[in-house]
């Protein structure tokens, strides 16, 4: 792994081979009448959601998914959101619900998110989806980001027992979950934060390096060691439109890391994929 050669993580293989297999198996559901149903809800029109969102969409198309559009006006108001929602739980045609987050200044995220049902919590942001995480049972799935992470991991056959992995970040989203997925793989984890003393040091020392802050090129050649697998899950937008990730990819090509994710076109597209295949167990669980 020590060679003069980087290893780019790409996504676009992984997701082919996750978007074949769901393929597969939403026709087999479309076979029995069921058709795997996501219900995208956002609030207002802010540009990163409904780009987001049209991207979903088209991903859902062409697999075979139906995607439906839920949107309420950025005026609409608390009560009128947990309707909608309440109302998504209780339709039996959708499968699965994604709550474009953040949610508009004055909307109690918490109240929000957990008014979802677990079985179609699709992007894992329910408490019980993360308790499910945490103890290894229970209703829901895994943040799509994370797993995405262990999805790649998986593909590019690096393995995991016995190996240090270092996550930078703690939030629910990426960071604490990462760890717990690293962990149900035997790896022996460390979760670093802004409160962590020698943070580079500790980097340096990981087999594996999952970064997720949100600080652009943050993670710079004083953290990276020769040999590493490093998968950046930062999408920063610059002042010119273009996206960086936390870790300095310049960097991590520079000290020759076994393996590195690029932004953009590394583990982002796997994590729609992932999304998916979430509605799509969900819906075969119809067939059950």
């Known amino acids: 792994m020590g060679d003069a050669f980087v290893k780019l993580l790409r996504g676009a293989p992984v997701v082919g081979t996750i978007d074949a297999k769901l393929t597969q198996d939403v026709a087999a559901c479309r076979a029995q009448n069921i058709v795997p149903t996501l219900a995208i809800v956002r609030v207002g029109d802010k540009e990163d959601d ?11 198309e062409k697999i075979g998914i139906a995607a439906r559009r839920v949107t309420l006006p950025a005026s609409a108001g608390q009560e009128e959101l947990l309707q909608c929602l309440r109302a998504r739980n209780a339709e039996a045609g959708v499968h699965g619900v994604l709550l474009l987050r953040p949610l508009p200044p004055g909307f109690d995220d918490e109240l929000a998110r957990n008014t979802l049902a677990p079985n179609k919590d699709v992007d894992g942001i329910t408490d019980a989806s993360l308790t499910a995480v945490f103890t290894g049972s229970g209703a829901g799935f895994a943040p799509c980001t994370p797993e995405a992470c262990m999805e790649m991991l998986a ?13 930078v970040g703690r939030s629910l989203v990426v960071g604490k979950p990462a760890a717990m997925l690293l962990l149900s793989k035997n790896a022996t984890v460390t979760i670093c934060h802004t409160h962590t003393p020698n943070m580079a040091e500790v980097c340096r020392a990981a087999d594996i390096l999952i970064v997720g802050v949100g600080r652009p090129g943050m993670i710079d050649k004083a953290y990276l060691s020769p040999g590493q697998i490093v998968l950046d899950v930062g999408i920063n937008v610059m002042e010119d439109g273009s996206l960086r990730g936390d870790v300095d990819f310049a960097a991590a090509q520079g000290i020759v890391v076994g393996g590195v994710t690029p932004v953009p076109g590394g583990v982002g597209p796997v994590t729609t994929s992932i999304l998916l295949r979430h509605v799509v167990e969900s819906a075969k669980k119809c067939l059950k």
């Open 50 to 60: 409904v780009a987001y969102e049209t991207g979903a969409i088209k991903h859902c």
């Open 155 to 167: 593909h590019y056959d690096i393995q995991l027992d016995g190996k240090s992995a270092v996550v």
